[in-house]
């Protein structure tokens, strides 16, 4: 049977909280597990991650661990009765200096108070997830005059944009500055930063998770209208990039979303980076057992443009069916990934490459996308060639052989990679390594005896970034051609 090269990744919450309901979503098909910071303590943060650890070692599965970042709070405070309604024209006043629990209809206050600073008469605030529109008239010390575009029903601690983007607020709060050495301590496998607006953000994050002895890799969530603009700097220096919709979308409109969406894919795959599509993704299944035919078309064209990863957030946290939302979801990609066009690509063909080890990950692929090849293995320290790999459009899975329980757990997030365990320095004799690792392959069935395959290697065993070595191998064919 196919296996899905797209990735899952589930967020866990008060859904999916217990050991019971996290085996349940991983054997449904999650591949990588969400600890959203922004919600719970640090000690039901701990006891998620021990979870989450303790199940996949029960299944003898590899599952990658991601912490996201609350961010900047930029959001209102709350209402005396917990929502109101605005009417379309009518006034309404932001006031950074009023109680935090004493809005009103005419009036909330505000978690950012430099919300002032940041704005001037005809700028358009949206708030509630895009839903409503103010026009600032005036600024009056601590309060933002304006005047509703579109009313609608505003409950407590919305977030707020500014269309077109601009707010000044830093991509890491005090809480994140914590957060990221309780990821450290968690020892997730990516930590998600939240309000990017250029590569500063993603280098201050990493030297302050390396300083908390923290190794994950770093994905630069793109939701501010700032970071599309700088999107090719901080592409270059984030492991991976998450297509933040929901705050994205407010801040440049919902007509440039797709657009927008495609490109960051298109590029981040260009640029070897890993690329997650998250955000609404399957929105209806918070509370409906099958997703719309919208949501089906989203998720595919999502995976039909070569996101490594699609990302369901309420939908597992919170939702009434997240193991159905799960395996929905891995049906779509399944679907959708019979396409022929998801099995064909021209990615660099017109290149030089800087690297040995990546052009031997290029030169695989395209061997292996001309001859009738069953598997690739990249037998792997770093995991770097098995993502170079993966940039390549093919139908044919690759299997990451590495010995480094980190790098089993980070190729999780990457497309149609699989981790297997696997030690290249234990057989005494290096020209055994192919013949074990083609082993392997068929003890797991992954294989039957006789079908090709190829391998990629160095030729220091144990060495990261060493990659000089092709070869294409009939598995379980002796010299003779015969089938042992």
């Not at 930063?193 to 908390?212: G, K, T």
Request: glycine share 8%; with cysteine.
């Amino acid at each position: 049977m196919a296996r899905r090269r797209t990735k899952i990744v589930a967020t866990l919450g008060p859904a999916t909280r217990t050991p019971e309901a996290i085996e349940a979503i991983l054997k449904a098909g999650a591949d990588v597990v969400r600890l959203n910071f922004a919600h719970g303590t640090r000690e039901e943060q701990a006891e998620q991650a021990r979870t989450v650890r303790e199940v996949s070692a029960k299944l003898g599965t590899d599952v990658g661990l991601l912490g996201d970042l609350q961010g900047p709070k930029i959001r209102i405070e709350c209402f005396r009765d917990g929502h109101v309604e605005l009417v379309e024209g009518q006034t309404f006043t932001i006031d950074a200096g009023m109680d935090a629990d004493a809005g009103d209809e005419h009036a909330v206050g505000t978690a950012y108070k430099q919300l002032p600073e940041d704005l001037k008469p005809g700028d358009v605030l949206v708030l509630g997830d895009g839903r409503i529109s103010i026009e600032v008239e005036r600024i009056d010390g601590q309060k933002v005059m304006s005047r509703v575009l579109h009313g609608g029903l505003l409950s407590d601690h919305k977030g707020i944009n500014r269309a077109g983007g601009g707010l000044s607020a830093a991509a890491l709060t005090d809480k994140d500055l914590e957060d990221i050495k309780v990821a450290a301590e968690l020892e997730v496998d990516y930590l998600a930063i939240s309000f990017v607006r250029d590569a500063m953000d993603i280098h201050r994050a990493r030297e302050l998770l390396q300083s908390a002895g923290g190794h994950a890799g770093v994905i630069a969530k793109i939701e501010r209208s700032e970071a599309v603009g700088n999107f090719d700097e901080i592409c270059e220096v984030s492991d991976a990039v998450m297509v933040a919709r929901g705050d994205l979308a407010v801040e440049i409109g919902d007509a440039d979303l797709p657009a927008v969406q495609k490109h960051i894919i298109h590029q981040a795959r260009e640029k070897n980076t890993v690329v997650i599509t998250a955000t609404q993704m399957m929105e209806s299944m918070i509370s409906s057992p099958v997703p719309t035919r919208a949501e089906i078309m989203d998720v595919a064209n999502a995976m039909m443009d070569g996101t490594d990863a699609v990302m369901l957030s309420a939908e597992t946290a919170i939702g009434r069916y997240p193991v159905k939302t799960v395996e929905a979801m891995a049906r779509i990609c399944l679907g959708a990934e019979k396409n022929p066009r998801t099995q064909r690509s021209r990615h660099r063909m017109d290149e030089m490459f800087t690297r040995i080890d990546e052009a031997m990950a290029m030169a695989t692929m395209y061997t292996a996308n001309h001859l009738p090849v069953k598997a690739i293995v990249a037998l792997t320290e770093s995991g770097a060639t098995a993502l170079w790999m993966s940039r390549i459009r093919s139908g044919i899975p690759i299997y990451s052989f590495t010995r480094h329980v980190a790098t089993r757990r980070r190729v999780t997030l990457y497309r149609g990679v699989y981790p297997i365990a696997f030690d290249v320095t234990t057989p005494s004799d290096p020209a055994l390594v192919l013949d074990e690792a083609g082993q392997k392959l068929l003890d797991e069935n992954l294989i039957a005896r006789g079908d090709w395959v190829i391998f990629t290697k160095g030729d220091f065993r144990g060495v990261s970034g060493g990659t000089n070595t092709m070869k294409v191998v009939r598995v379980g064919v002796d010299a003779s051609g015969v089938i042992d």
